[in-house]
């Protein structure tokens, strides 16, 4: 049900085929983090549309907050200065889920239908299916996932995937101030990053660059990058990212040994709920917890 | 098997890995593992609205609970940009993007709340009981202190006792109708937030161009080539309007920074290059004289539309730091000399050669010969090579077919010297021929969402609607001595000299104010208008209240206790008041000004006797009305949802406050009793004018039949005005704002317009409604020539057609002048042409000289070590004792805001709060080594009046500057924490400058003062 919008390409650790008949567009976000101003509007959007509020943090001695992704703050800046060719930069970088074409999130999940990647490119979380287990979070090159401890399951930003389906874009790509971030079908979005490329090496940056990093395939965020030889400079945007080779291992040899062993987990626990009824422990401690 | 998904999770959940394993295995349904997040708006009610916070005026959809039908309680549930907005586009930045939890900020007010002398709890009353009160309160007051006649027997009738603060982020309509309730009470002690804001910019460019406005708009600056950033940082106060720079960077343009600190426009600039905080005149004046020595001039321009030409007073001089005529014992200029010579018809001499000493060419290249280039890198810390690389930058754009803008805010604003820093930019701009073309201007960034919309309807203490002057007891004791001296004569041949129309505008206005009780005998009622001896600003009026000669205090929509300088002193003062009344949406520090919170408020709240009303208001999403951009465009905005608990609007707590007065009035009498018994209060139900009532009146309407000479009716009786050309001096008309007219005519609420077709360099004329007269670029005329021929083909605003101005603007002209009739560009200014010598305009010099601030880190001025701060400074006593001097207090602080902040609002706002949780000041490396700070630790921040405590922020963006030999560090304070909040609880910043201001318009100098640091 419900899939009208967005097909499906591929779901986590679930072999049925998906259908393959439409070819919808494939999208991307870009990210011209040479007009980001870091004013966080994006994180506020992003929070405000998807019904999210985290904690109200501290002051650790820089601008960064929330200082880090959670599941409550699905995008950040991460704010960097640096002292490049002697001119002081101040590079600020919206940090969250790259989108890969390839990505390790969904190789390393064990639960079927936790994660799934729409053929436009999107690469969404459904928490209803996920079982808290974490491997998204080391299958990831980009350090992304986060597991709530509130109810144990894995959040990243959806690429407003609710809004990508009746035709909108993103909640941080509209509200951008500076059109530092746009959204649109990859190739248009690899168009306008040629064109700021262009406009950054007629002003001496001749190292500008994209980010679309081909090890996962190339991802549906992408960045515009004054230094693209230096990615690093950007609070540590890997260079090079990879997926871990142990996801890689899991998906290829040991995946049907592993396999054998949920599967006699799983009857096991079918049987407990046939013959036990369902586990209440955590109702209990919740009641628990709130006296 | 049929599983509902939820039956399925519960299934999975009994058994951990079971989904997974039976998937795996194939024994699982193939139901729909994957669903999107149902999509949340399909069917809400969408409403239009404008952002409450900056001067942007970014559009809103603001979606609401339900499809709108009456069963359904309609409850805002998200906020997004309106993509049709010509300005925004569907962009907010991150405080428009969080305005969701401010309309629901548990902070918001639901109930009118008093707190009883002495006592330390707020206690819930009536409505009834609160209006009641405060009625009797202000009549009290009001009886025990009215002074109706002066002195000399002058009609005055002003209430000093009492003062009242408005909100710049209330509507025109909240405005207009304060404005005429402060007005009859007799309120002079009133100021808006304005003063602490953008006072200087109006002084300083209403004394260059004739108008006080941002000249060009948001969109427009896309069409510049070059774009200083200077005084402002855009990127961080205007996020959304700063999109306009970046897609004129995008197109080729360079921006470049000059600020004390790297910040975030910096991080997105071309160059940045700091500047040591107070110095900006010493900066500006060398790029004039770099201009003159290396002949970046815009000749044509400068010569037909500038008084470059104008001869200037015999007695008018400059030495040693001072201009001629001033009086050191009152510490003020007498300005006489500071004028045209005039020939025997009353018009001004002028040299076309500029070859006379006394030209104000001359005397302008000679005033500034003293700022070279190694005077400003001595003075302002800026290293040579990048000042240098500022002005020929700007000097490229002296051609005709190169433009520059400035975008500035309240880094000029708020300096002892504010409205000179202005003006020397200003008159930088006219040299280059920047003026009245597309891409060009002096961009002043106002704050508030409303600023402009305030000051427009003249909601300062000396002020009147559309820039119109409250009368002053001595210049203007009668109605004939106001119209004499508010009515200018052109100072050259055939100029449109637009104040001549001062009688038509001040006599609707009167109308206004006393409808039918103001008669041609009366004189309209004048006599019952308050009249002023001395200007009651914000400092003023603390002051007063500080030495105990304030009883009342009514504070609408502003927060003085943390917006105001010297806070110690601000609450010391708010203690000796009878009683203050706080009508806001949101709980504020001034309203808890008697609860002790530790260090950060240390007060005992049994000991201040004053009597605090808290009135709930509603916010911008519950009501109907129109805001004032900062490009003047007045916007229309409709009510999405009902106000939370009891709150109620503005125009309804005034419409109750003054319908309770006026009984009071009627039943008892009392000093003064005329001017509130006189008082037009026409509207439908007198306890709440509603928003289009008011918003007609500021249009105006015909009282009577209105002919042309030969008996032609043009208006009927009754008919909304078509604009302020049609206005009278006969009391046949009645407009509350000149300016306004045209804003609702009998085709309706053009403020409400919502057509964004771009007609031409983004222009979109069938946006809302823009003073004057829907013009979008003030002083358009000056893009063309003399002969009327556009400057720049690729930048037509409007040229002469042969009969007429025409073009994608409406002419900021007389629209049939042809060329060569001489008219100039500048028609609100006698002269017709933009002032690089301001004559008496400003208080303190007719060219800008460098001052340094009241607390200097030099303590001397190496321009004249004699005058070190500006002379013409109003210093009171109390506040010269609370001065600090440079060998105890070594470092430049300098306030500011974040672009995660809102000013002191949104520290209620959790998606805010949560951006940026706690208060914090940034130093630079070298500065937290030597105090062996780290980032992340608690520092004290001290000034002579007082301290707070922060993290601290070190950063590489703040460098220590070499300045006159030594070396001066800064130290930048954000300024948006308080007690009242749901982000981490901070101290008022404003504990730490001083309450001195702007020599014109006395603006706080919040930007550069001394400070100690330690860890603490």
Not at chain 1, 53 to 71: F, K, M, T
Request: proline share 6%; net charge neutral.
């Amino acid at each position: 049900m419900a899939l009208q919008s967005l097909d499906i390409m591929r779901r986590s650790a679930s072999p049925t085929p998906a259908p393959e008949a439409r070819s919808p567009m494939e999208v991307a976000k870009l990210i011209d983090v040479t007009t980001c101003i870091g004013c966080k509007a994006c994180q506020v959007a992003c929070s405000e549309w998807n019904d999210l509020r985290e904690d109200v943090g501290s002051c650790v001695g820089v601008y960064d907050n929330p200082i880090d992704l959670s599941p409550q703050a699905w995008t950040v800046m991460r704010f960097e200065e640096t002292e490049e060719n002697g001119k002081l930069e101040w590079l600020i970088r919206k940090d969250g889920c790259m989108h890969c074409s390839d990505p390790g999130c969904l190789k390393a999940c064990p639960s079927p239908g936790a994660i799934i990647q729409y053929k436009n490119g999107i690469v969404d979380f459904h928490q209803e299916n996920c079982i808290g287990c974490g491997y998204c979070v080391s299958g990831c090159p980009f350090n992304i996932p986060r597991i709530s401890a509130q109810d144990n399951k894995a959040y990243k930003c959806s690429l407003c995937s609710d809004r990508v389906a009746v035709g909108q874009e993103p909640a941080c790509v509209k509200t951008c101030p500076t059109g530092a971030i746009q959204f649109g079908s990859k190739e248009d979005m690899k168009e306008v990053a040629e064109t700021r490329i262009a406009d950054l090496k007629q002003r001496g940056y001749d190292n500008a660059g994209l980010y679309d990093p081909e090890a996962v395939g190339g991802t549906h965020v992408m960045y515009v990058l004054h230094h693209a030889d230096k990615p690093n400079l950007y609070s540590g945007l890997p260079k090079d990212p990879q997926i871990s080779p142990v996801v890689k291992l899991w998906k290829g040899m040991l995946k049907p040994v592993a396999t054998l062993g949920i599967a006699a987990a799983g009857l096991f626990g079918f049987f407990h709920y046939i013959t036990a009824g369902p586990n209440r422990a955590d109702e209990d401690h919740d009641e628990g917890a709130q006296q | 098997m049929q599983l509902s998904r939820r039956q399925l999770f519960k299934v999975s959940a009994g058994g951990l890995a079971a989904t997974s394993s039976m998937a795996t295995l194939g024994l699982f349904p193939t139901a729909a593992l994957a669903e999107v997040r149902q999509y949340k708006l399909t069917r809400a009610k969408e409403v239009r609205n404008t952002c409450t916070y900056c001067s942007v005026g970014c559009g809103l959809l603001m979606y609401s609970l339900g499809d709108g039908a009456k069963n359904a309680k309609a409850e805002i549930m998200h906020i997004e940009g309106d993509p049709d907005h010509p300005v925004s586009r569907g962009s907010l930045c991150p405080k428009g993007a969080g305005l969701l939890d401010f309309i629901h900020s548990p902070n918001r007010l639901k109930y009118p709340e008093v707190r009883e002398p002495g006592t330390n709890a707020w206690k819930r009353i009536s409505w009834h009981e609160a209006i009641e009160r405060v009625a009797r309160h202000m009549k009290a007051d009001r009886d025990a202190n009215f002074v109706a006649k002066n002195a000399n027997g002058v009609p005055v009738n002003r209430w000093l006792s009492t003062s009242m603060l408005t909100a710049s982020a209330s509507s025109n309509e909240t405005g207009i109708l304060t404005q005429k309730f402060m007005r009859a009470l007799g309120i002079i002690a009133t100021d808006a937030q304005a003063r602490v804001c953008h006072g200087p910019t109006v002084a300083a460019l209403a004394a260059t161009f004739g108008r006080g406005a941002m000249t060009n708009s948001w969109v427009d600056i896309k069409n510049a080539d070059f774009i200083l950033v200077m005084g402002g940082n855009p990127a961080e106060a205007h996020p959304v309007g700063f999109k306009w720079a970046i897609e004129a960077k995008k197109k080729g343009a360079r921006i470049v920074v000059v600020d004390p600190r790297f910040n975030r426009t910096a991080a997105v600039a071309d160059e940045f290059m700091p500047i040591r905080a107070g110095s900006d005149i010493v900066f500006l004046g060398g790029v004039i004289n770099w201009l003159i020595a290396n002949d970046k001039i815009q000749w044509d321009y400068v010569k037909a539309f500038t008084n470059a030409t104008f001869i200037v007073n015999e007695g008018f001089s400059f030495s040693e730091g001072l201009f001629s005529g001033y009086d050191e014992a009152k510490g003020r200029y007498d300005r006489s000399s500071w004028s045209y010579e005039l020939d025997d018809k009353g018009l001004a001499k002028t040299d076309p050669t500029l070859s006379h000493p006394r030209c104000v060419w001359n005397l302008m290249k000679a005033h500034y010969a003293r700022y070279t280039p190694d005077v400003v890198t001595d003075l302002t810390g800026t290293p040579k090579d990048a000042f240098l690389r500022v002005c020929a930058h700007l000097g490229e754009t002296a051609v005709a077919t190169r433009v520059g803008t400035i975008l500035y805010a309240l880094g000029w604003t708020q300096h002892t010297v504010g409205a000179q820093n202005i003006r020397t930019m200003a008159m930088i701009q006219l040299m280059l021929g920047n003026i009245g073309m597309p891409g060009g201007g002096v961009n002043a960034l106002r704050g508030h969402s409303n600023i402009q919309g305030l000051s427009d309807l003249g909601l300062l203490s000396t002020s009147l609607p559309g820039y119109l002057t409250l009368p002053n007891e001595q210049a203007h004791p009668d109605f004939a001595s106001y119209l004499a001296k508010n009515t200018p004569k052109a100072l050259q041949p055939g100029q449109l000299n637009y104040w001549s129309n001062t009688p038509k505008f001040m006599v609707s206005l009167l109308k206004w104010f006393w409808g039918k009780n103001a008669t041609a005998e009366n004189n309209w009622g004048y006599d019952w208008l308050p009249k002023w001896d001395k200007m009651y600003d914000i400092l003023q009026l603390m002051e007063m209240m500080y030495q105990g000669q304030m009883n009342g205090f009514i504070v609408q929509g502003f927060n003085p206790l943390t917006s105001l300088p010297d806070f110690n002193k601000t609450s010391a003062a708010f203690a000796k008041l009878k009683y203050m009344v706080v009508i806001d949406p949101m709980t504020t520090e001034t309203s808890s000004f008697w609860q002790n919170h530790g260090e950060a408020n240390n007060v005992d709240p049994a000991k201040i006797q004053t009597e605090v009303f808290r009135l709930p208001s509603t916010c911008f999403a519950e009501e109907d009305g129109s805001i004032v951009n900062s490009c003047r465009w007045l916007q229309w905005h409709w009510k999405g949802a009902e106000p939370p608990g009891e709150a109620k609007p503005d125009q309804e707590i005034l419409g109750e406050l003054f319908v309770a007065l006026r009984k009071l009035y009627q039943d008892e009498g009392g000093p003064g009793a005329e001017t509130i018994l006189n008082l037009s209060w026409p509207y439908r139900d007198p306890a709440s004018p509603s928003p289009e009532e008011l918003a007609k009146e500021m249009n105006g309407r015909a009282l009577s039949d209105i002919t042309d000479p030969t008996g032609k009716v043009l208006l009927k009786k009754g008919e909304q005005l078509p604009g302020f050309a049609a206005l009278r001096d006969d009391g046949s008309t009645m407009s509350a704002c000149w300016i306004f007219s045209g804003c609702w005519t009998e085709a309706g609420n053009q403020m409400g317009r919502r057509d964004n077709t771009d007609v031409g360099l983004g222009n979109t004329p069938g946006w809302s409604w823009s003073w004057p007269a829907n013009r979008r670029i003030l002083y358009n005329r000056a893009s063309s020539d003399a002969q009327g021929k556009p400057w720049d083909p690729k930048r037509v605003l409007i040229s002469w057609t042969g009969d007429k101005w025409a073009g994608i603007d409406v002419p900021d002209f007389k629209a049939d002048a042809a060329p060569d009739t001489g008219m100039n560009p500048f028609i609100m200014n006698p002269e017709g042409v933009g002032r690089l010598f301001a004559a008496d305009k400003l208080v303190d010099g007719p060219f800008p000289e460098h001052y340094e601030p009241m607390e200097s880190p030099l303590g001397t001025n190496p321009l004249h070590p004699k005058v070190v701060t500006s002379p013409a400074v109003r210093l009171f006593a109390s506040d010269k004792e609370r001065l600090g001097k440079h060998d105890e207090f070594p470092y430049v602080g300098t306030t500011y805001r974040l672009t995660e902040h809102f000013q002191f609002w949104t520290k209620n706002v959790r998606l805010n709060a949560i951006a940026q949780p706690e208060q914090f000041v940034e130093i630079g490396e070298t500065l937290a080594a030597e105090k062996g700070i780290k980032a992340g630790d608690t520092v004290k921040v001290s000034s002579k009046r007082g301290f707070i405590k922060a993290k601290a922020v070190v950063t590489k963006r703040v460098k220590a500057l070499k300045v006159n030999g030594k070396t001066v560090h800064q130290i930048g304070i954000p300024l948006h924490w308080g007690w009242e909040t749901v982000a981490k609880k901070g101290y008022l910043s404003n504990a730490l400058p001083p309450a001195i201001g702007d020599c014109n318009t006395q603006t706080p100098e919040y930007k550069a003062f001394l400070v100690n640091l330690e860890k603490a």
